[in-house]
Structure formats: C-alpha cells, structure tokens
C-alpha cells in the first residue's frame, strides 16, 4: 500500500505563490499516475493536475493552466504543485492521489484512485 502526504500549504495574498509537495511511502512514484485534487469550503472536490512520470504525461484543469505547475523532483518518491499567481477562489484543501499507471479511465476522476493523503490548506486572502 502506497501512503502519500500533501505539504507546503499555507496563507498567501493574491498574486502570491505556493509550492505543495506530494511525499509517497514508495521509493518512487515512476510508476503511478498522480493526481491533484482541491475542495473548496462548502463544495465538492475538484480535479486540478495530474502527473504519470513514467510516459511524461501531464494535464490541467482549465482554471489552474497556465498558473499551476506539476512536476516530478529529483527524489523520484515527490510530486511538486507549483501554484503561482493566486487567486482567492485557489482557496481549498488540496489533495494528492496515486493510481498504478494503466489502472485508471480518468486522471481526473477521484474513483479511479487508490491511494490519498492528507490535505494541505491553501488560503488565498488579502
């Protein structure tokens, strides 16, 4: 079983940025499609990103393209969430997930995730 942790929230001003780091318990995430998930107060949990290592996919959700940057480090087992010109509707726990590469329809569907961790508060306010 894979364990992940969320980290590098925090409260930030408009136009602010953020980097969110996804910690896996394995020694890397080369073979998993990882996936960045936020819910604000009040709603449900959206899609942001997503990241499959292995084939160098990535993906967006309109409302972050362009802002937003999902990338791998160097220690294979993280996933960063650059999060750059900030807005106050960012505001929301945001999520990480992990599905094996192959066993998944949708990076954007959170049922098609095995593994979570922990959210990481991100606020937005001036």
């Known amino acids: 079983e894979v364990q992940l942790q969320a980290s590098g929230g925090g409260s930030v001003r408009p136009g602010g940025s953020l980097r969110l780091s996804c910690t896996a318990s394995?020694?890397?995430?080369?073979?998993?499609?990882v996936s960045w998930f936020r819910q604000a107060p009040g709603k449900e949990r959206v899609w942001v990103s997503c990241?499959?290592?292995?084939?160098?996919?990535?993906e967006y959700a309109e409302s972050v393209k362009g802002r937003f940057t999902v990338s791998t480090a160097d220690a294979k087992n993280t996933i960063y969430l650059q999060m750059n010109a900030l807005k106050p509707d960012d505001t929301a726990v945001y999520y990480c997930?992990?599905?094996?590469?192959?066993?998944?329809?949708?990076?954007?569907?959170?049922?098609?995730?095995?593994?979570w961790g922990r959210g990481t508060q991100v606020t937005v306010s001036s």
């Open positions: 997930a992990a599905v094996p590469d192959g066993d998944y329809n949708s990076c954007a569907a959170e049922y098609d995730f095995d593994y």
């Open positions: 394995v020694s890397t995430l080369d073979d998993y499609t």
């Open positions: 990241i499959s290592p292995a084939v160098g996919g990535i």
